[in-house]
Structure formats: structure tokens, C-alpha cells
């Protein structure tokens, strides 16, 4: 596993506050039907950490009261935790838009045949994670047979309306370099992507995300194992923009993790840098429902500089083409 200390030195990545909150990610467990060699939260069909039904329903408290706008519902797998639905249903009562960030191979998974005609029914974004149009690239990152489980979850989305022309189902796709490299430029690549997904494989989406890996869990101690981590560190700072800072999404954006904590980031959790509070070492949603956390500093750390290499990365993809 990867030592933090690689990545909580003192850092010169630039100071960053708060902006107006915009949207919650939540975690809703680690639990994965997959095991990706660029998980950054070393997810996996072992991990037992599920979020319960409290907390997610302080969580849509905690959106209700701070008029959140989106909820980005991630994992592991989010359809696999038992509350998923429940979750997403009520949101949708309360006016909340809903982002899955789904692995498409959860589609055919026991008990969730009929999920992409529930996603459907919510009008939920779907945000899936495709990380290359290459079935060898995919296999090599994700497993064997990921790659033919996941067009067949993409035409079941497609069947739904979804990646349809007027349909107003959005489905995106999320690209991840195969290693210690930047992603190439997002709009030629989705050219790309979209010509032969739907050439070879009849597959139609909307948008594709190119997102860094960032050098934290399971990427990171790849990175270490084959020596790569500080030349990859050395390449995420060489290429960093100062333009990108306008738009990271740590400015409007709050990471929740399984338990209920407050990160300023998905990765800030997953190297246990939560937001603290009233002298605290870590904040509940739970203590923060009456909390503005505009102009707050972001907790900040040599990981940063992933977000604003190069293009810039966000959980929407590019920051700037």
C-alpha cells in the first residue's frame, strides 16, 4: 500500500478557498464488483464499508438544507449498496439532480436487472467509467471480460434512451490513461471515441471525461512498485496551470464518505485529509447542517497538483481544453 507520507509533505501547491456549494459527492461504500489497477479508493468485491440508512438520510437532510443542486453518487460501486435506490428516489422528490457513477459491468449483476430502467425512470446522469474503446486496454486495467460486460451495459443504457438523441438522458464515459501519463486532449478523444464505439459496437453517448489518475492508493503504489512515482509527481508539476485553479472542483464541491465525514475532495478522503471544524479534527454532516463552508481553505497536499495539470481534472473531466 501506498506510505501517505509521500504525498503530506509541505507542499507549494497554491492556497484555494471555498465557493458556494454546488454539489455533494457521496460514497456510498467500497464495496465493487471490480478491481481496477486505477482505483483510487481500493475498492473491490471483498470490501465490507457500506453507508446505512442514517446516514444517508443526513445526507439528504444536509442537501435539503444547504439547497445543494447535485448529488454525485460514487464508490465502489454506489448501485450496490442496499440503500442506493431509496437514496436516489427521495433526491429526486426534493428536486435534486443525481449523478451515478456507474462501472456499466454492475448492470448484469444478480438483482440489478431492471437497474438501467430504474436509472431511466429517475433521470439519472449516468457518469460511466470506459477507459479505453480498446478491449485490451480495458482488460488490462479492469479484468477480463470487463470489456464486453460493459458494451453490454452501455446498449442497455442505450435501449433506454440513454446517449439518444433528444432523449435528455445523458450518458457519459470517463477516460483514464493506462499509466503514468497526462490524458490527451478531451475533445479529440471523444471524437474518437465516439466514432468507433458506434462503428464497431453500435454504442451512442453524449460526453467523454478525461480524468488523471491521481498517485493515492492503488495507482500510487503502482506507481511506487515500478519506481514511477516521483517522475509522475515531477510531470504533474511541470504541467501544472494556474488558470485551472479558477475551476477545480474542491471550490464547489463536498466530498461524504461512508461513515458521514466531510472532505473538501474525494481524494483529500481517501488520504484521510478531512474538513475540520470548530477545532475538530474531522466533521460529521451531521454538525454541519447549519455550517457555511464559503471561503474556507481547501486542505491542500502534493496530490493537488493532479487536478491542475496539464488540461486540468475534475470528476466532470477536462478543466479547460
Known amino acids: ?143 477480463k471480460g470487463t470489456f464486453d460486460r460493459s458494451l453490454e451495459g452501455l446498449r442497455a443504457l442505450n435501449r433506454q434512451g440513454y446517449g439518444q438523441q433528444g432523449s435528455g438522458l445523458t450518458l457519459n464515459l470517463v477516460f483514464n490513461p493506462q499509466g503514468a501519463s497526462l490524458p490527451p486532449a478531451q475533445g479529440e478523444l471523444e471524437a474518437d471515441y465516439k466514432r468507433v464505439l458506434l462503428e464497431a459496437y453500435g454504442v451512442r453517448f453524449n460526453n467523454l471525461f478525461t480524468i488523471t489518475n491521481m498517485p493515492i492508493s492503488r495507482f500510487g503504489s503502482t506507481l511506487l512498485s515500478h519506481g514511477e512515482f516521483d517522475s509522475y509527481m515531477q510531470l504533474l508539476k511541470t504541467a501544472h496551470s494556474t488558470d485551472n485553479l479558477k475551476t477545480v472542483m474542491c471550490r464547489s464541491l463536498l466530498s461524504i464518505d461512508w461513515q458521514g465525514f466531510v472532505y473538501d475532495c474525494d481524494f483529500n478522503q481517501m488520504l484521510d485529509m478531512p474538513v475540520a471544524h470548530n477545532g475538530s479534527s474531522r466533521s460529521h454532516i451531521s454538525e454541519l447542517m447549519q455550517v457555511d463552508l464559503t471561503g474556507r481553505p481547501v486542505r491542500i497536499a502534493e496530490h493537488c497538483y493532479g487536478c491542475t495539470a496539464g488540461q486540468g481534472s475534475s470528476c466532470g473531466g477536462a478543466l479547460a481544453e
Open 1 to 143: 500500500m501506498l506510505d501517505t507520507a509521500h504525498l503530506l509533505l509541505p507542499t507549494s501547491f497554491p492556497d484555494i478557498r471555498r465557493g458556494r456549494l454546488e454539489t455533494l459527492q457521496v460514497n456510498l461504500g467500497y464495496l465493487c464488483n471490480q478491481t481496477c489497477k486505477h482505483c483510487h479508493v481500493n475498492a473491490g468485491p471483498n470490501r465490507k464499508e457500506l453507508m446505512d440508512r442514517e446516514t444517508v438520510d443526513q445526507v439528504l437532510q444536509y442537501a435539503e438544507v444547504r439547497g445543494v443542486q447535485s448529488l454525485d453518487l460514487t464508490g465502489g460501486a454506489p448501485e450496490l449498496n442496499p440503500h442506493f435506490r431509496y437514496l436516489v428516489t427521495r433526491a429526486v422528490e426534493l428536486g435534486i439532480k443525481i449523478i451515478d457513477r456507474c462501472n456499466l459491468t454492475v448492470l448484469q449483476e444478480p438483482g440489478q436487472e431492471d437497474l438501467s430502467e430504474f436509472l431511466a425512470s429517475m433521470r439519472v446522469e449516468i457518469v460511466a467509467s470506459l477507459p479505453c474503446y480498446l478491449k485490451e486496454n480495458v482488460e488490462n486495467q479492469r479484468g
